[in-house]
């Protein structure tokens, strides 16, 4: 069941994926990479990260795709002097890129040994018993509030520039 | 089972990263660009998770830092694809080349 639905959420966010890439309207772009960001929540809370599923969906499905949306409708796109798509040879050449891209990867991760015992994992489950004992929040909060306290707070900063530099930048009078 | 969990989810990682580079090299709609970057950046996430699900939490606390750097890079971005739009009437990346001399 796990394995079948897994497989399926893989599909939605590959397919919705291409459609990203391939639908002429911006809009529906937006609207085709919110279904991926859904199936890869779905994905998440089968990888047993259930905390950054909800976040996945509240903060990127949520909020930075609404962003996404409302520049898509400030903007008025619709007298483009160049077409959207770039020209044949640039499509052809973009298109065997990523799928190069995408078969060297994928050679390389079935080729390699086993992720299992690559890595070092050990044979207990790491992430079944830090849930058992701590639960799906604070099995996430502990180590970010103790061993990952300062970038943290650097991450607070960073969203406070973010925020000052969008301010400025897309001010009325040029900055 | 794990395993072929986290095999597949490593898969569909790399296809989602080709994806998203396929798309940044085809569009010259600069808002389009940027989603199929968000595209790149989820594609990594799920990397992250698969690999936290074999070693530990550490990868997902790494995720929770790369969605909050995202969140920054568009609200960044797309003050700047504002500005340039307020400049040139138009979101085309080959027309993007105000910082250029």
Redesign the interface.
């Known amino acids: 069941m796990?394995?079948f639905l897994?497989?399926l959420l893989?599909a939605a966010?590959?397919l919705s994926?291409?459609f990203?890439?391939v639908s002429r309207k911006?809009v529906a772009?937006?609207m085709f990479?919110i279904v991926?960001?859904f199936s890869?929540a779905g994905?998440?809370v089968?990888?047993?990260?259930h905390?950054?599923a909800a976040?996945?969906v509240i903060?990127?499905a949520g909020?930075?795709m609404v962003?996404?949306l409302f520049?898509?409708m400030?903007?008025n796109?619709g007298h483009?002097?160049?077409?959207?798509?770039?020209s044949a040879m640039?499509?052809l050449?973009?298109?065997a890129?990523?799928?190069a891209?995408?078969a060297f990867?994928?050679w390389t991760?079935?080729n390699g040994s086993?992720?299992?015992t690559a890595?070092g994992?050990s044979a207990a489950?790491?992430?079944q018993s830090?849930l058992k004992a701590r639960g799906a929040i604070g099995?996430?909060a502990v180590?970010?509030f103790r061993?990952?306290l300062v970038?943290f707070e650097v991450?607070s900063l960073?969203?406070l520039?973010?925020?000052i530099?969008?301010?400025v930048?897309?001010r009325k009078e040029a900055? | 089972m794990t395993s072929t969990l986290i095999r597949v989810a490593l898969l569909v990682s790399a296809a989602l990263f080709a994806i998203g580079v396929t798309g940044v090299l085809l569009r010259r709609n600069a808002i389009v660009v940027f989603l199929c970057v968000e595209l790149m950046l989820n594609a990594v996430n799920l990397s992250l998770v698969a690999f936290s699900r074999l070693l530990g939490i550490d990868g997902q606390i790494i995720v929770f830092f790369v969605m909050a750097v995202a969140a920054a890079e568009a609200a960044v971005g797309l003050a700047i694809i504002i500005a340039v739009f307020r400049h040139y009437e138009d979101v085309d990346v080959d027309r993007f080349d105000l910082l250029k001399w």
């Open positions: 796990t394995e897994f497989f893989s966010a590959l994926a291409v990203v890439v911006p772009s937006v990479l991926t960001l890869l994905l998440f089968l990888l047993e990260a905390f950054l976040v996945q903060v990127y909020a930075i962003l996404f520049v898509v400030l903007l796109l483009v002097e160049l077409p959207d798509f770039r640039a499509r050449l973009a298109g890129f990523g799928i891209l995408a990867t994928a991760l079935l086993d992720p299992l890595y994992a489950d790491p992430i830090v099995a996430l180590p970010l061993t990952y970038p991450t960073l969203l520039v973010a925020i530099g969008s301010v930048l897309a900055p």
